[in-house]
């Protein structure tokens, strides 16, 4: 089992940066994708990215590709999302969550096994 835990969120104006962090526990960690997940007010829950275990193959939507980077450091067993170009629409709660179906997989069912509980981002112009 694999506990998650966001943090890093904050007001930021629109054009700046963010980078949010997710620690996770639990002996298996490793062998887990984990996968950013974000959701609007009023909105249903989205698919930001995710990476796979070994940190070697990463996958965006097309809404952050360029301007989010996802990395992890399996020895502290911590995943970060690195938010650039930040615009008003990128303002939400975002989760992480962790899979062992693969990182493609999340991106394609956009779910994952385990979550945290979320850490939110409120971008203003």
């Known amino acids: 089992q694999v506990q998650l835990e966001e943090s890093g969120g904050g007001l930021v104006q629109a054009g700046g940066s963010l980078k949010l962090s997710c620690a996770a526990s639990?002996?298996?960690?490793?062998?887990?994708?984990v996968g950013w997940f974000r959701q609007a007010p009023g909105k249903d829950r989205e698919f930001v990215g995710a990476?796979?275990?070994?940190?070697?193959?990463?996958y965006y939507a097309d809404s952050v590709k360029g301007r989010f980077t996802i990395s992890r450091d399996n020895a502290k067993k911590m995943v970060y999302l690195q938010m650039n170009s930040l615009k008003p629409e990128d303002t939400a709660v975002y989760y992480c969550?962790?899979?062992?179906?693969?990182?493609?997989?999340?991106?394609?069912?956009?779910?994952?096994?385990?979550w945290g509980k979320g850490t939110l981002v409120t971008v203003s112009l």
């Open positions: 969550a962790a899979s062992p179906h693969g990182a493609q997989a999340m991106g394609a069912s956009a779910s994952g096994d385990y």
């Open positions: 639990g002996r298996t960690f490793s062998s887990y994708a």
């Open positions: 990476i796979s275990w070994s940190g070697g193959r990463t």
